[in-house]
């Protein structure tokens, strides 16, 4: 009786080789601009007034506004964000689609911090065989230095990972002087203890860990995939057989494991396909490194897409080596489950029975012969232009929401408690609930007048000249009377339209509410009680 | 059914004993991290049985050494907005309700604080919305019409003393004479023409008026509007306590109507008294204030001055005004 293969296996320590190449350097200048965006934006300042924050994102929370420059975000406009997660989930579909999984391997926090962590580890350790010894020594005086410099500078990173998320919830220069003389609200020291904690331990200690057993987004990403999405891949049948490169008949790999010692997951990607890549393309950088100094071309691990690999004639063997056969056995490998098992299938009739040996001639001819697709054919497809039109659909209507979202917002809801009143002389009056928003800065008035097809009356309770002053941002309810002289055509109707209108004193601009007036005969009608 | 206990070849787990039809039960022990987390559960269970009420009494609980007690907090929260509202609430409890609509901030206190004592206290019988329920002659407190005058000052009175009862020797009381046994059949009969006909709703007949004149003007008025004195209604207008039918205002007409109120001076204080006078005032039907001799300069003061230090009067200093909180209205 066999058990199956544990889903989990214990964590195996990681010492990724420094590498430099193109993507390295890519991964620079993102690492250093999402940083920089994350720690730098809350201390961007903009004047919105004498009585509004000058932050220039702000989530005010307590306030119930959310300011992004000059875009104020009121509750209820929440769909503007509902709108830009929507976008963020559709632009991720689009790059895993085009890229795979580009966004776990370059701007993923995860992947940046962890990074960081990493270039502190060897900036004090060094590189990977320096650490690799330092892992197995004994725990002397020297360890234990450089152990705890290195611990003590993720917790300094940490820390100010934690801190400059809780400048995005108040105004950043007040709480970071409440920070420094401890008089802070004990919410933002907690928020920084928590995410100094996560900061710390995911990117210092469980790095990969975390992409593999904690993170849904790997366990999703196969289903927004398929054969033409460019993901980091391995030219097997430029590279295999490997071998020395003196060697007759052997691929343009000479099993250097460059791409191995680099990546930071800690897999070979000569194997094909894996869950556990994440598509950073350090690998391509290593062994492109490699290619040049044993005068190969380029791009034996490259991006690339699964219908990019030649086709295999009658009669002739797939240079693929088989899945799953050695790699258990092969001390290259970290071993880990998974690896392998979740690589792509090797399409039938392409699994070489044989030896590899024995595929090894005609690899090259086969390669002379064979053009793959253009990059840009793998970035624009169908299924990726699809992606794009919604998210620009979506990203189009917001905007457009955005410029006609009216500077004059009211509601206005007719009390029913009771629906009519009438007066000692018979006048049949109703009251709505009228409330008003005022987004600017400064107070504004606004007038009060109505249309309907009969005559009506409008007063305001508590306010003699129909004008309500709205404070600066905030919303005031306005209990507002509507009054039909008895016997008028208002009264006796059962129903009257009636259209609420406000006005901008200053400004002049308008707007309108419709709404209903209760009368009163149509009620004695319905209820047989007479006035 | 229990057999030997052994040791399971492909787990190498020993099993039950226990055989159900050739299937043996596994004796698989507990994960540990799941026994651990049901030791921690019931050591949390009795400490917290110590610490917190929690073994049910015949009449009540185990108070548990903490102390603790929800009502206590809530309580101590109560105690503690009262606190924070107390300069409002004396303010409240002491300003001239005459000014009252001056001070923007204690007016807009006391409207607030009134709305919450109204649905707590005045709803039961006025309704949710105040518009009163016409059959059992709960006032509509959102008309124009004040059986007892709708200044805030009167309106107050009314909520401090009750209508009617037995309970507050100041009590507003008046009471319409049932003319059942007076009056005959026909009497009635012409009165309910004349008095429907008062307010346009049928025509007027000359018998009618002329018992009017002798049964019913002393309090109503010989023209029929009422006297606020009194609390008789205005009988010209087009609002009717009990309805205007004729079969309603028969009724009242032979056994007469006797609405009662209850005196809330006692049971909600002062400030709310005036709080909630503040809000029915503000319900749509409220009187402007007259009759109360307040100079224009000393109007001005009152609206400016803060609301914690605000006066009792313009006329009064402070320290007369905590001997004698309560300002009797003319």
């Known amino acids: ?531 | 059914m229990a057999d030997e206990k052994r040791i399971d070849e492909a787990t190498g787990t020993e099993t039950t004993g226990h055989t159900w039809d050739g299937i043996e039960e596994l004796n698989t022990p507990l994960p540990r991290w799941w026994l651990w987390t049901f030791y921690a559960t019931v050591a949390w269970g009795i400490v917290y049985v110590i610490l917190f009420p929690a073994w049910p009494m015949v009449s009540s609980a185990t108070q548990g050494v903490l102390g603790y007690s929800t009502r206590a907090e809530v309580a101590a929260e109560i105690e503690r907005v009262n606190l924070s509202n107390a300069d409002l609430l004396e303010s409240l409890r002491t300003v001239d309700l005459g000014v009252l609509e001056r001070n923007e901030a204690l007016h807009g206190f006391a409207v607030r604080a009134g709305a919450s004592v109204f649905a707590n206290n005045c709803s039961q019988c006025h309704g949710r919305g105040a518009a009163g329920v016409q059959a059992a002659g709960y006032p509509n407190l959102l008309d124009d019409d004040w059986l007892w005058g709708g200044q805030i000052t009167d309106i107050a009175d009314t909520v401090r003393h009750g209508i009617r009862n037995e309970d507050d020797p100041d009590a507003r009381y008046s009471e319409m004479p049932a003319f059942d046994e007076i009056l005959a059949d026909e009497e009635i009969a012409a009165l309910v023409s004349h008095v429907r006909g008062l307010s346009g709703l049928a025509e007027g007949e000359a018998e009618g008026a002329q018992l009017f004149l002798d049964n019913c003007s002393a309090c109503h008025g010989e023209d029929g509007r009422g006297d606020r004195e009194l609390g008789a209604p205005n009988l010209t207008d087009a609002i009717w306590l009990y309805g205007g039918t004729p079969e309603a205002v028969e009724h009242t007409i032979r056994y007469s109507r006797f609405g009662v109120m209850p005196p809330w001076g006692d049971r909600l204080g002062e400030a709310q008294v005036r709080a909630v006078a503040a809000y029915v005032h503000g319900l749509g039907g409220g009187e402007a204030q007259v009759g109360v001799p307040l100079s224009e300069a000393a109007a001005e003061e009152a609206a400016d001055v803060p609301e914690a230090s605000f006066p009792a009067s313009a006329d009064e200093t402070p320290a007369e005004a905590d001997a004698a909180p309560v300002r009797p209205v003319d």
């Open chain 1, 1 to 531: 009786m066999t058990q199956p293969a544990p889903l989990f296996a214990a964590q195996e320590p990681i010492f990724p080789r420094r590498v430099s190449g193109r993507f390295r350097t890519l991964k620079w200048w993102i690492m250093g601009l999402t940083l920089g965006i994350y720690y730098l934006v809350p201390w961007i300042r903009w004047d919105r007034g004498p009585n509004l924050p000058d932050q220039a994102v702000l989530v005010d929370l307590a306030g119930r506004r959310f300011y992004f420059f000059w875009i104020e975000i009121w509750p209820h406009e929440f769909y503007f964000v509902a709108g830009l997660l929507i976008m963020a989930g559709l632009g991720l579909f689009l790059f895993t689609s085009a890229l795979g999984r580009v966004w776990c391997g370059y701007t993923c926090p995860q992947t940046v911090w962890t990074d960081l962590f990493i270039l502190v580890e060897r900036w004090i350790e060094g590189d990977r065989n320096a650490r690799f010894r330092l892992w197995k020594a004994k725990w002397d005086a020297r360890k234990w230095r450089l152990r705890l410099t290195k611990w003590l500078v993720w917790l300094l990173i940490a820390v100010a990972t934690g801190g400059a998320w809780v400048f995005y919830f108040a105004d950043a220069p007040t709480l970071a002087r409440e920070l420094l003389t401890l008089d802070a609200h004990p919410v933002a020291y907690a928020t920084i203890a928590v995410l100094t904690g996560t900061t710390f331990v995911l990117g210092g200690f469980l790095r990969e860990q975390v992409c593999i057993y904690m993170c849904p987004w790997p366990r999703i990403q196969g289903a927004m995939m398929d054969e033409g999405t460019l993901t980091v891949g391995y030219r097997d049948w430029r590279g295999e057989p490997r071998g020395k490169k003196r060697v007759k008949g052997a691929g343009d790999c000479i099993d250097c494991m460059a791409c191995v010692n680099v990546c930071p997951m800690g897999i070979d990607i000569r194997e094909g396909q894996q869950m556990e890549c994440i598509t950073c393309a350090l690998c391509i950088d290593a062994c492109d490194d490699v290619m040049a100094k044993i005068g190969k071309p380029r791009g034996l691990i490259d991006y690339l897409a699964l219908d990019d690999r030649p086709p295999v004639l009658p009669g002739e063997h797939a240079p693929v080596r088989p899945m799953g056969s050695d790699a258990l056995d092969d001390p290259n490998t970290t071993g880990r489950p998974g690896s392998g098992d979740t690589a792509v299938e090797p399409v039938e009739g392409r699994t070489a029975p044989a030896p590899h040996a024995a595929a090894a001639p005609f690899v090259t001819r086969h390669s002379e012969v064979w053009a793959p697709q253009p990059v840009w054919r793998h970035i624009f497809r169908p299924r990726t232009i699809l992606y794009s039109v919604a998210w620009l659909a979506i990203g189009v209507a917001l905007v457009f929401a955005l410029f006609v979202r009216p500077e004059i917002e009211m509601t206005a809801a007719p009390v029913r408690n009771p629906t009519f009143v009438t007066l000692s002389d018979g006048a049949i009056r109703n009251a709505y609930d009228v409330r008003l928003r005022n987004k600017h800065g400064e107070a504004r008035e606004f007038h009060l007048s109505l249309t309907s097809e009969t005559a009506l009356a409008i007063s305001l309770e508590g306010e003699d000249d129909r004008i309500v002053t709205v404070p600066p941002d905030a919303t005031r309810q306005q209990r507002v009377y509507v009054t039909a002289a008895p016997g008028s055509d208002a009264a006796t109707r059962a129903l009257t339209d009636l259209r609420l209108w406000v006005e901008d004193v200053a400004s002049g601009e308008r707007a309108y509410r419709d709404t209903i007036f209760n009368g009163k005969e149509s009620f004695d009608e319905r209820t047989g009680a007479a006035g």
